[in-house]
T-cell receptor, first 113, second 117 residues
Framework: KNQVEQSPQSLIILEGKNCTLQ??????????LRWYKQDTGRGPVSLTI???SENTKSNGRYTATLDADTKQSSLHITASQLSDSASYIC????????????WGAGTKLIIKP | DAGVIQSPRHEVTEMGQEVTLRCKPI?????LFWYRQTMMRGLELLIY????????DSGMPEDRFSAKMPNASFSTLKIQPSEPRDSAVYFC???????????????FGPGTRLTVL
């Protein structure tokens, strides 16, 4: 069964600190892995998209890694800001489909001043 | 571009009433998706249109749900009759299939928060 599991479920850190969110997946055939940020009351916004051959990709203070062998990904946030408070969702695309996405449950991140 | 536009942003209705949610995708996008998000189940794909044609509606919960896309710039999701368990946030997303990027990135609207009493 295609699944995406994320950890932790929630995380509270102080402003300025770094953090890493984890994603494990069992999706076949794998096409790409995406990280989305969802602010409260808004739709998800794409942060990064990585294919099988990419093992790291950055978007500002966000750096995603992908290990296709172990089927694990992480999202590292550097020097956190209050605006980073949101849910971060790991999503894996199935095969060549452009719409079959397996969504994780998300990690709720709270940044405290 | 204004992004994906959804209306209404909030809807409160009574059980048994008809509810219609509206979506305007990003101009030039040829794929449109309707999702439902709840705390218990997360994000679920309800239906996917490509070039205004429904391709996959296997996520539509039951016959009470229907979706249409009469043209490239407008789609509706209708629930008739509504039930309390339909309470959720409904998102519309659009993408460009076959564009320069092979990722077919989906762009989401702000969502409609539906409460059925």
């Amino acid at each position: 069964k295609n699944q995406v599991e994320q950890s932790p479920q929630s995380l509270i850190i102080l402003e300025g600190k770094n953090c890493t969110l984890q994603c494990n997946y069992t999706v076949s055939p794998f096409s790409n892995l995406r990280w989305y940020k969802q602010d409260t009351g808004r739709g998800p916004v794409s942060l990064t998209i990585m294919t099988f051959s990419e093992n790291t990709k950055s978007n500002g203070r966000y750096t995603a890694t992908l290990d296709a062998d172990t089927k694990q990904s992480s999202l590292h946030i550097t020097a956190s800001q209050l605006s980073d408070s949101a849910s971060y969702i790991c999503v894996v695309s199935v095969g060549d489909s452009n719409y079959q996405l397996i969504w994780g449950a998300g990690t709720k991140l709270i940044i405290k001043p | 571009d204004a992004g994906v536009i959804q209306s209404p942003r909030h809807e409160v209705t009574e059980m048994g009433q008809e509810v219609t949610l509206r979506c305007k995708p990003i101009s030039g996008h040829n794929s449109l998706f309707w999702y439902r998000q709840t705390m218990m189940r997360g994000l679920e794909l309800l239906i996917y249109f490509n070039n205004n044609v429904p391709i996959d509606d296997s996520g539509m919960p039951e016959d009470r749900f229907s979706a249409k896309m009469p043209n490239a710039s407008f789609s509706t999701l209708k629930i008739q009759p509504s039930e309390p368990r339909d309470s959720a946030v409904y998102f519309c997303a659009s993408s460009l299939r076959g564009g320069k990027s092979s990722y077919n990135e989906q762009f989401f609207g702000p969502g409609t928060r539906l409460t059925v009493l």
